[in-house]
């Protein structure tokens, strides 16, 4: 069974750096065929899909956030990480981070658990 833990501040002031972290256990984020997603929600509002890095280590963003969104990973502890800079009030959500099912990106199989996150002086 795979599991993921997000974690990372909880509380963001704006134009800073969004940076959290997926750890995950029961599965190697380097086992081919997986693509490894943040993806998040606004309050009221759906789910918002902000990026994946796919098990070779290649990445692939929104259009509408790429130029702020870098995902990058650490194999030797089989984490990844969210990196979303010059964040404002609207990037205040619930952010997960969630595996797709074998050779799927954005059917989601999956998911942590979730983290909120505030943005807020």
């Known amino acids: 069974q795979v599991q993921l833990q997000e974690s990372g501040p909880g509380l963001v002031k704006p134009s800073q750096t969004l940076s959290l972290t997926c750890t995950v256990s029961?599965?190697?984020?380097?086992?081919?065929?997986?693509?490894w997603s943040w993806i998040r929600q606004p309050p009221g509002r759906g789910l918002e899909w902000i990026g994946y890095i796919a098990a070779s280590g290649g990445t692939y963003y929104s259009p509408f956030l790429k130029s702020r969104t870098s995902i990058s990973r650490d194999t030797s502890k089989n984490q990844f990480t969210l990196q979303l800079s010059s964040v404002t009030p609207e990037g205040a959500a619930v952010y997960y981070c969630?595996?797709?099912?074998?050779?799927?990106?954005?059917?989601?199989?999956?998911w942590g658990q979730g983290t909120q996150v505030t943005v807020s002086s």
């Open positions: 969630a595996r797709g099912g074998f050779g799927t990106r954005w059917l989601w199989e999956y």
């Open positions: 029961g599965g190697s984020i380097t086992t081919d065929y997986y693509y």
